[in-house]
């Protein structure tokens, strides 16, 4: 989609077109057939957008609750920031009356921002992405707390802002790139051209090496929601906290430190089983959850904590043990069989067994659940059978 074939999609013709395109109930299996329906009465590039536009908007629920009046592109629809996530972010902001948002792509932090009662200057070098933006947020009623400028962000100047959110371009293509200095544009020509000592959050790829991370003074704040790692966040200046900072949502729940912590001394599975949430793990806060739970990890470098005693808490999932045993195949089939075990969650970590091998294996058909966990404990392989999860 062009500009020029958005900004007819906002005529009432092109909305005429949207709502034909929603009763077609396009998928991307059926999607050619659905644009020839559609081009019969629209013209080709019209048809198509409408079609894109109807997926993409399906696809945007589990993000945005307004999902199906927004505008998206794939690439920027991927891109952009979880409506969770975006207002847990911009709350961090509220202190400043007037902020940047650099990157800012079809506008979900933009919204954000201005809903947490900034002004908001927003910037992006691509017409198609501001002109979605602009869209987006007169569906939300807060326009008026945003100024849109077309521009490269590198070629920025402060004029009355008092901080900054950048989401950088983290892809070209298929390429994904995990450096903060390799993104377009890179991160440390953005912050070149800010005040020493700015307030700027910037966002990251959850992925990112801890060598990258070294780079930077700045808080690393990995984020997750129910279980599921989204992103990490550089806070800089006084948005600074500690070092490495975990933050689990909803919520949210924060577990943050200034260095890293020793790990203690591994030991086999006791009574119950810590899962660490992937915010907890990216930060390298095991150690400290580890203290907070009165429990150790089952191997050095091993992700998994174990204790004597149950602890409910936001950072983990605490697994009775039901049994745990060093990893045999045939003795593990017979104790589930025993207990009329016939659906199994079967978990790994760090053990070099092909889970799907060991599932066909299995052959039950019972009528109980549980949960297997498959981790190396002490140097070697061990099944863990969880009863009771919290």
């Known amino acids: 989609m062009d500009r020029d074939t958005f900004a007819e999609l906002l005529t009432p013709v092109g909305q005429a077109a949207l709502a034909t395109a ?47 009046e927004m505008y998206f592109t794939r690439e920027s629809l991927e891109q952009a920031s979880a409506r969770l996530v975006a207002e847990y972010r911009s709350n961090r902001f509220s202190p400043y009356e007037s902020v940047f948002d650099l990157c800012c792509g079809i506008g979900a932090d933009t919204l954000a921002l201005a809903e947490a009662g900034c002004q908001v200057t927003a910037i992006d070098s691509d017409e198609l992405r501001l002109e979605m933006a602009k869209a987006n947020l007169a569906v939300s009623g807060e326009e008026s707390r945003v100024t849109f400028r077309l521009g490269d962000v590198c070629d920025v100047s402060v004029n009355g802002e008092r901080a900054a959110f950048l989401d950088p371009g983290r892809r070209a293509g298929e390429r994904r790139f995990l450096d903060p200095d390799t993104y377009r544009p890179p991160l440390s020509e953005v912050l070149a051209r800010l005040p ?56 949210p729940h924060t577990l943050l430190a200034d260095s890293d912590l020793y790990e203690a001394t591994p030991s086999e599975p006791q009574a119950f089983l810590f899962d660490p949430d992937p915010a907890v793990v990216r930060a390298n806060l095991v150690p400290l959850l580890g203290q907070q739970l009165d429990a150790v990890p089952v191997d050095h470098g091993i992700a998994v904590l174990t204790g004597s005693k149950a602890a409910k808490s936001p950072f983990a999932q605490c697994h009775a043990i039901e049994h745990a045993a060093p990893f045999h195949l045939g003795k593990l089939r017979d104790y589930l069989r025993a207990h009329h075990v016939g659906r199994v969650t079967l978990l790994k970590r760090a053990v070099d067994l092909d889970v799907n091998e060991v599932m066909r294996k299995f052959k039950l058909d019972g009528s109980e659940h549980r949960t297997v966990m498959l981790v190396r404990s002490l140097g070697r392989p061990w099944a863990v059978v969880c009863g009771t999860t919290t």
């Open 22 to 68: 929603d009763k077609l109930a396009p998928s991307e299996a059926v999607f050619l057939g659905a644009f020839e329906k559609l081009r019969k009465r629209y013209p080709a590039p019209l048809a198509k957008a409408a079609l894109e536009t109807v997926l993409l908007r399906v696809k945007a629920r589990a993000k945005f609750p307004q999902a199906d």
């Open 196 to 251: 020493a000592g700015f307030p700027i959050g910037v966002k990251i790829a959850p992925g990112v090496s801890r060598a990258d991370l070294s780079k930077w003074d700045a808080s690393s704040e990995f984020i997750s929601v129910e279980r599921d790692l989204k992103e990490c966040v550089l806070w800089f200046g006084p948005l600074r906290t500690a070092t490495s900072v975990a933050t689990v949502l909803p919520g």
